[in-house]
Structure formats: structure tokens, C-alpha cells
């Protein structure tokens, strides 16, 4: 009674964006899974033997002991360090032929951070904005506060279908509606763990400047690669100005520092310097001035293949448990890099029914519904393989294999896989 009386006290009070606010099922269901007993494969987290702890120490030392103490531990420009800012910028350039100067980019604290300032410089009540099926639900999160209209892209085993894509555009652009962006995550995709090929890449960019639409591009995976080759950044192929690109030292440092990137138009990073000084008037520059020890001193280039190595072990053990106890109705994807697997079952199945059976037998995944902004599909889940340990990964999965099995013997739904899997259709 006291709490309902608390609550009423202030509901007047609250904006309308607020009273909207609501907490998500999903994240309540996530605090089930931090029970010690549980093994998780909800969590998008790095692994904490990838944090390079005594590079960070050493490196803290130096700072507070140097002469750039002072400046280390006192506000700073709201765009960020330059000399952090012309490092980022620099490994663009040295890798993928980035054009672009210190005015292109913005450093922000977190890539959660970057996608809530694209929601207040470009979303209103009702903008139209365009996301894969399934997205990154931080992304989803972030840009419903703004209130858009969301429009939904399938994609497959190559990531985002073109083709769909344009047929979106000629529908809207014949309704008169103007889409602010796409948003997409190109590599290793969160949840799908797919890639978008370099052939889509280029077709997206060519309807991209067709229809002149904008592409926020997040990449926080890119530098995870497993197997394969490195694909160019959407905002290396990009002639026209038109993509905003994520990037972020959390999964190659530690997402503790809070510290990510904006590289985009001038006018764009322009207004998000403007929307930021309203939030939190700058970054970290203690955390900014670590990054960029670290970045100068060329330990991201000796460290990066030891998380490399330490990911591609934990997706190599998880992929070979599903393949040996999943049974034969569930497929899903096979990463070449990144933190997450994506796993679909037949039609009947919904994964929201079955995560209550996995915590019976103390195991966690995050529902797939959670993914997409009108929750349609459910036979759906997201595994991450980066966080649990290798004994935990191979039991875990040998727990979910025995609850999916019984599921199935349970309904009847005995069935073979058959084609290839769409992704969010």
C-alpha cells in the first residue's frame, strides 16, 4: 500500500515520455538468470580473462604519476580527447582509406550513449525509422523513447536483404514518408551473429543514395573476427556522407572505462556535441587518456589476438556441443566472429514457454520475441558464448539440449529441418 501511495504521489508530476516508461519483461526475466547456481548464455557480456588487468593498472600508474594527472582527472571538451580522437582516426585510415578529420568524430561514453543521441537529434513522435529483424534490443530501447514508427528488414545467413530493403523504400517513398535511417549491425550481428557480405554492403549503400537514406552503422564486434576476412566498414565505402558509424573499446579493452566513438558527418557529430553537453558534458578523460595509452603503446594490436583466441576456443566448444546433442529441429547460425549464436526451431515452438523449463534445469538464454519491436517471432533465442567458462559453456548446453528434447517429445513435434533459415520472417 505504501509503494502504491508513493507511486501515485509523483505520477502527476511525470512527463508523458515517462509515464510510458515501462520495465522490460525481458530484463526481468534476465534477473533470474544472475542466480549463482544458473549457467548463463544470456548475458552480451565480454569475459573477464579477456581485460587486459595488468596493462590498465600499469597504464593508470603511468597516468596519475605523470605529468597529465591533472588534466586526466578534470572535465574535458564534450567532443573528447584529440589526440584520442586522431588515433581512432588514424587506424580508420591506416586500415580502410577513412577520409575523414578530428570533426567527424565524437567520443562518447558508451556506444549506448551514441545510439540515445542519434534518438534526440534526429527522432521524433512518429518519425519513421527502418531496423533489421531481429536488432540489437539496446538500439530498440533507445529509439522508442523517442517514439518513432519502427520498420522491420528481414535478413538471412548474408545479414539485410537488399532487396527487401528497396521494396520498403519505394513503399514508403510513394506514401510520402521519409525514413531518418536505417540502423544496422553489420558484422557479427547482435542477436544473429551473421555478416552483412561485401556485395550487400555495396548494394546497400547504392539504395542508400537512391533514396538518400542515412545508415547508422554499430560495429562493436568488428575487431572479434574468428575466421575469415575482415570486411570494410560501411563508413569506409561510403562516398555520399550518409553513414554514422559505432565503434567501441568495450569489447577490446573493457566496457567498465564506458568509452565509444561517433565517426559521421559534420553536421551530424555537430548537433550530437550539442545534445551531449545536456547530458553529461563530456567522457571520462581519465578512462580517455587510458584508451589512448593503450592505443599508442600498441598493446590493442598485442592484445587483441589473445581475446581473439580466448573467443574463437568458447564458439568453437559451444558450436560443437549443439551439433552433437541439439536435436534435428532447431538450427542456427555459425559466426565468424563476435559474442552470440543464434538459434531457431520449427513453427509451434515459443522460446518463452521454454525458458522457465531451462531455469528449472539451471540453464539461461534470452528469449528471441525480445528482439524484434512488434515481438512476432518466438521460435527464437540468443546464446552468447564469450562469457560463461569452457565447462560451463559444454554443460550448459548439454542441459538446454535436454530441455529442448523433452519439449519436443512433449508436443509431438518430432520433425526434420528442412532449407535454410530467414531470419525474422
Known sequence: MEDIREEMRFQALFSDKAKKMRASEIRELLKITQQPDIISFAGGLPNPLSFPRDI???????????????RALQYGSTEGIPQLREAILE???RRWGYKGDLENILVTTGSQQGLDLLGRVFIGSRSHIIMEAPTYLGALNAFKFYEPVIHTIPMDNEGLIPELLEEKMKMLHRRGETPKFLYTVPNFHNPAGVTLSLKRRQALLEIAGEYDLLIVEDDPYGELRYEGEHLPPLVALDKDDRVIHLGTFSKVLSPGLRLAWTIGPKEVIKKM????????????????TIALKYISGGHLDTHLPRIIELYRRKRDIMLGSMEELFPQEMSWTRPEGGMFIWVTGPEGLDTMELFPRAIEKKVAFVVGEAFYPDRSVKNALRLNFTNPSDEDISEGIKRLASVLKEFFKAKGQEKKKEGEVIIGV
Open 56 to 70: 590498465i593498472r600499469d597504464l593508470l600508474c603511468e597516468v596519475l604519476q605523470g605529468e597529465e594527472a591533472a
Open 273 to 288: 556535441i550539442l545534445a551531449k553537453q545536456g547530458v553529461d558534458l563530456c567522457t571520462s578523460t581519465l578512462s580517455q
Open 91 to 93: 587506424r580508420y585510415r
